[in-house]
């Protein structure tokens, strides 16, 4: 019926797309308008899983350490993606480049270093990614929560302020809290691992003839990467991003309007 | 900057020198110059949106000025540590935002901070002055309007501060608690040897304790005088 593998795909992509956007109009009917977030980001989908799969075609022949690059190009992107997340808060992408860089670098670094993570461009990259990707919603997640959490007890924290606190002590709590929401999908996808759901890695696995049972240990492999680098990436983003949301001389700089 | 005027400076505990405050380009504040001296209970007044407020958050540097500066004891504050400052120029909100916990841990936060202990003794004899006796272990969260603001002022006392920032203090208390509070802080001055700036919006509450006024329009220092003087009769 279609004459290639990619015409195949791009009518599965169109039927997904169509049944994303019946939900949007179904929302839009609630007065929950998402129309131009969710075209955007259809779009953008399509746009970059298409150009990634054409620079995987391209790097498949390219020598091992090339894949180096794509990643440190993902963690950069990543990073100033999950910044929006803290918006008003100066430093935020910075915060966050560091953070998911540290996290899901480090991570993937031991793991590949170990074996566990095969050096071949067509391993490194997917799973590169996939702990890349949730190491910035988590980053996103925490950032998000600890700005809320900020601007709604802004006037807790200039009472400990105007007390003599040190700044970074005022809003330690809500970083903690900020940690602990940030990690709960991570927490949960381990949790509900193979009950609730069967990841795409290991479906991938699957359809490719691996062995069942190595495709899920694999995928849990893949889940506990993911949680370990959530979790160093939420950890470092909050602690860092406590002293950004304070000026030089004490004062709170992450507040509502004046 | 312009050089203070050092007579001035040795009288005056507090002395804010043409201060000023913009935000994203709006001007908040603008040209405010004002001096307190110990024992002075300094009124702030003016309509909503006069900048009273904004103009306390300048002298702790929970703000920063874009202009001017204030100066503590006749030194820039920003030349000494924030944390120092503050410790030396407690405030008081208009929501007391206590800490969860007892009276008690409310009145050892500041102290702690600085690595001291705070004496049960001399949590019993601050809880006492604020008309409060016994109430060190009572939770806050259960405690009146009234009650918690005493807990507020009595946990700013705590750090010891040579200045009192007090902003609208008495706003949310009714007419019985308000007139406590009132009596509290002008003898609290009295007794602490203290320098006290408090913002009202209520015209005779200012002309009840407060020996000096200022009033302030659209960020401007418009008067200032006795209460008298600034507000009539």
């Known amino acids: ?258 | 900057m312009s050089a203070p005027n050092h007579k001035a400076q040795l009288e005056a505990v507090l002395r804010a020198e043409k201060l000023g405050r913009e935000v994203a380009g709006k001007t908040i504040l603008s040209d405010i110059s004002f001096d307190v001296a110990t024992r002075d209970l300094l009124g702030i007044v003016g309509a909503s949106g006069s900048g009273k407020s904004s103009l306390l958050r300048l002298l702790n540097r929970l703000d920063e000025p874009t202009s001017g500066t204030v100066y503590l004891d006749g030194r820039d504050y920003r030349q000494l540590p924030p944390r120092d400052l503050r410790r030396r120029v407690g405030m008081v909100t208009q929501r007391p935002f206590l800490f969860p916990g007892d009276a008690a841990t409310n009145l050892r936060f500041g102290p702690a901070q600085r690595g001291e202990t705070f004496p049960d003794a001399e949590i019993a004899r601050l809880l006492e002055r604020v008309g409060l006796s016994g109430f060190a272990a009572s939770e806050v969260s259960v405690l009146s309007g009234g009650e918690q603001q005493r807990v507020s002022l009595a946990r700013a006392l705590a750090n010891r501060p040579e200045v009192l920032l007090l902003d609208e203090p008495t706003s949310a208390l009714d007419e019985e608690s308000k007139l406590g509070i009132e009596e509290l802080v002008g003898s609290l001055v009295q007794d602490h040897d203290l320098t006290c700036v408090m913002v009202t919006h209520d015209r005779d509450q200012a002309r009840r304790i407060c020996n000096r006024v200022i009033l302030l329009e659209a960020g401007h220092l418009i008067r200032s005088g006795t209460a008298v003087e600034v507000l009539g009769a």
């Open chain 1, 1 to 258: 019926m279609f004459p290639s593998q990619i015409a195949l795909g791009l009518a599965q992509a169109a039927i997904a797309a169509i049944m994303a956007l019946a939900v949007v109009l179904l929302a839009r009917r609630k007065n929950v308008h998402l129309e131009s977030d969710a075209a955007i980001a259809l779009l953008r989908g399509i746009v970059q899983i298409v150009a990634v799969g054409s620079i995987l075609a391209l790097l498949l022949k390219a020598p091992r350490w090339t894949s180096v690059f794509l990643l440190v190009g993902m963690v950069l992107a990543a990073g100033s993606i999950s910044a929006k997340r803290a918006k008003n808060i100066p430093g935020a992408a910075k915060v966050s480049t560091y953070s998911i860089a540290a996290g899901a670098g480090l991570v993937t670094a031991i793991m590949t270093w170990a074996g566990v993570i095969d050096t071949a461009i067509t391993s490194l990259i997917p799973v590169g990614s996939m702990i890349i990707a949730n190491a910035m919603n988590t980053n996103g997640l925490a950032l998000n929560r600890f700005r809320s959490e900020v601007l709604s007890h802004a006037g807790e924290i200039e009472t400990a302020l105007a007390l003599g606190a040190a700044p970074e002590a005022t809003v330690a709590r809500y970083a903690e809290s900020s940690i602990h929401s940030s990690l709960i999908p991570a927490i949960d996808n381990l949790r509900s691992l193979g009950i609730v759901w069967i990841p795409g890695l290991m479906t991938g696995m699957l359809l490719s003839g691996a062995n069942p049972m190595y495709a899920a240990i694999y995928q849990f492999v893949v889940i506990a990467m993911i949680l370990a680098s959530s979790g160093l990436t939420s950890l470092l983003s909050t602690m860092m991003i406590r002293s950004h949301a304070f000026s030089p001389a004490d004062q709170l700089v992450l507040r509502g309007a004046e």
